[in-house]
């Protein structure tokens, strides 16, 4: 008896040993396991960072481009590139101060138009028409914005249609106010009133002089490709620009309905609807390579309207 006590006591010593090797088996897995974590959240962190600082600094020099290089497709593209390759250079020298290399350049760009109306006056096209097609064939529009004063009648709209769908955005002149309404064919979805007789206004992020306006999509169940158009322009005064993704979209609208910059009247000019940049960071712990995609709405400066001339 005493014999099979022994053997018991023995038995149960070997199990609690074992119980002890895997604990401490674990528990270093877990250590290792958060310190890990805990490194490669930091990796992360540079390179997201990173990721962040060349979409804002690349979009603002593609905002750039498009503003003040639009004389062609190929000078655009040209100044952007021109312009990533000094941001790489000064951005360079600020990582490897910390023992970081990157890396910037453009890989790839999307043509498109610019359609601006630097100078404030009405909203009708270059030939005085207050009903008229600004673009046709669009599947996408970038950073539609415009600063409209309303001076009663029927209401200037901007409108996106694809044949059977429609949305429209209109500004309403309500004597000491102003009223911002957006319809999906023809029903009211979103609405906002502001006291000011001029307002400025996101027309694809759905704001009204930076406030957020509830249920505005643009372009909401409007299938692409689609028309944009003005309604009613000359009820209301301003400035106004936006990007479409269709390369030279002057020559798909009727002649007469853009004029060449410096007039005052709305113009067509080559951009850049967006842009892929390659972007390589690199140090003692992580090789890291992405695109990052860039686009007009990337920066909120100079104004979508803006011009040179």
Excluded: C, K
Excluded at 66 to 83: I, Q, S
Excluded at 251 to 273: C, E, K
Aim: hydrophobic share 40%; aromatic share 6%; net charge negative.
């Amino acid at each position: 008896m005493n014999r099979d006590r022994g053997q018991l006591l023995l038995v149960a010593g070997l199990g609690l040993a074992l119980a002890f090797v895997v604990l401490a088996l674990v528990l270093n897995a877990v250590v290792f396991t958060e310190n890990l974590a805990t490194r490669n959240h930091g990796e992360t962190d540079d390179v997201v960072g990173h990721e962040r600082a060349v979409e804002a600094g690349v979009g603002g020099l593609l905002v750039e481009a498009n503003t003040y290089d639009d004389a062609n497709a190929t000078t655009v593209r040209a100044a952007l590139e021109a312009g990533v390759g000094r941001w790489d250079a000064n951005a360079s020298l600020l990582t490897a101060s910390s023992g970081t290399i990157t890396a910037a350049s453009v890989q790839s760009v999307e043509n498109g138009t610019r359609i601006a109306q630097p100078t404030a006056r009405n909203f009708s096209n270059d030939s005085g028409a207050d009903d008229w097609t600004a673009a046709v064939d669009v599947n996408e529009t970038r950073r539609f914005e415009a600063v409209v004063t309303p001076a009663g009648g029927d209401p200037l709209a901007f409108e996106v249609s694809d044949g059977s769908a429609s949305w429209r955005v209109a500004v309403i002149d309500e004597s000491s106010a102003t009223n911002v309404s957006a319809f999906r064919n023809g029903s009211l979805v979103a609405t906002h009133t502001r006291a000011a007789e001029t307002v400025a206004l996101d027309v694809t992020e759905g704001t009204v002089n930076g406030t957020r306006v509830a249920n505005w999509t643009f372009a909401e169940n409007v299938s692409a490709p689609y028309d944009v158009s003005v309604e009613n322009g000359g009820n209301a005064s301003g400035q106004y620009g936006f990007v479409v993704d269709v390369q030279d979209a002057e020559a798909d609208v009727p002649s007469g309905t853009y004029a060449s910059r410096g007039s005052g009247s709305p113009t067509a000019v080559p951009a850049l609807y967006g842009a892929t940049v390659d972007v390589t960071v690199r140090d003692d712990r992580v090789t890291y390579q992405t695109n990052v995609s860039v686009a007009p709405e990337s920066s909120p400066s100079p104004a979508p309207w803006a011009s040179p001339d």
